[in-house]
């Protein structure tokens, strides 16, 4: 099934209201390799966004990663 498309003023508005939220992050780094992680948006710019993730980590990521499906924004898991 074919992704619905959106434009990137769409991806950074949705981003800018996630900031602050608890969220994971899965992130495909090719070949098979997907990376999950959970943590908060902390900071939105123009360009990219910065993740920190709950190890500690401070990840940026690009608006367009987030268009061509390499990153999928999603709610923490409750339970």
């Not at 602050?20 to 908060?40: A, C, D, E, I, P």
């Amino acid at each position: 099934m074919r992704a619905r498309v959106q434009n990137i003023q769409q991806v950074k508005d949705r981003i800018a209201g996630l900031k602050g939220k608890s969220l994971s992050v899965s992130v495909n780094k090719g070949r098979k390799k997907v990376v999950s992680l959970n943590g908060v948006i902390t900071d939105v710019f123009p360009s990219v966004f910065t993740f920190k993730a709950s190890a500690g980590d401070l990840v940026s990521f690009s608006y367009s990663d987030v268009i061509c499906g390499d990153i999928v924004i999603g709610a923490v898991d409750a339970g």
